[in-house]
């Protein structure tokens, strides 16, 4: 089967263990960049990675490289692919171009001319063009500058991968679902291990972690753009997706765990469990962490505390602060505790060493990761 080059964009910070599940799952030639890592293989690993891959965005198909100066170069690149192999003009498209330091005025103007080149290649070939769809396309085109290089490429995806059609609802500032399952792979959680989220908002790291304890494959109730391309391959992907389900551990009550002091976000996590099929698999309550119990001697603390956006708000987080460390302190020994946040301010203000620090990026917005490994009387870096 042919061998194509591929590149999996995730969120920033993530690339190192992007690189580990995408080898795992049988990728090759694996190159890690900043923001994504780049991979080949044939067709059966792209449908894989759609399925199987928790961290990637997107699995995108590489279709050209090269140099440029002007916006004609990108368009005669694009004009001489061949549009009319890949998918129909029956279908919708869209163009996004994105760029890192780029000489071009006009990024607008510029992904107008990818656009014309390959409408003017399909009515060409084909006697008819595509039409253009901005929010919900059959068929994404993803194009990248650099100041000397255009990067042209298909989206295998549709949607993006950290929608995996098992989100119900959701309360503020949601995580992301590949984030989740990011810093999950980070703190080197297994299974086996008690796993607990004491502010766990709508159960985002308790859904990823279930389905990790269950070998779920998290595009198991979602479809992909790669079925709409003219190579799609139906009984290669009947085939990649029953390999994957045969997997798949009947769901039982696993040492999950996650609590929240509001009660909204409890009956939201519950309502996501349940419409992912995982609700007899997490332990769920309503409580405050300060007078929660851990739930086991040892284990894996993960969670997103609140972050301040109102006024008043920042000031009752550095009261909170300081009480998270003393709970940790207290109640935590013999476990690994990690605070995902963008206030920068709760390292200092929770009173403990960190024992690790991991810069990451929600979207644009700079976060870390916090590890804190508790141990009786303190803490062991």
Known sequence: MKKEQFFAPCPRGLESVLSEELTSIGAKEILSTEGGVGFS???????RANLESRIASRVLLKLLERPYTSEEDLYTSTLALPWEGWFSPDLTIKVNLSATKSRLKSLDFATLRIKDALCDRMRKSCGKRPSVDTSSPDIRIHAYLTSNVFSLYIDTSGEALFKRGARHSSVEAPLRENLAAGILRLSGWKPEEPFLDPMCGSG??????????????????????????SNFDATLWKKVKEDAMSRVKPVVPLQIYGSDVLGRAVETARDNLAFAGLEGAVTLKQANFLELSAPADHGVLITN???????????????????????????????????FTADLRLAKLIRLSASKRTPLYNGALECRLFEYRMVSGGMRS
């Open 41 to 47: 293989g044939d067709l059966a690993m792209a449908y």
């Open 204 to 229: 985002t790291f308790l859904i990823e972690a279930a389905r990790m304890a269950l070998s779920i494959p998290p595009g198991a109730s979602r479809s992909f753009a790669f079925e709409k391309l």
């Open 305 to 339: 505390p609140p972050y301040g956006v109102r006024i008043g708000e920042e000031q009752k987080l550095a009261e909170l602060y300081p009480l998270l460390g003393d709970a940790l302190k207290q109640k935590y020994s013999g476990w690994r505790a990690y605070f």
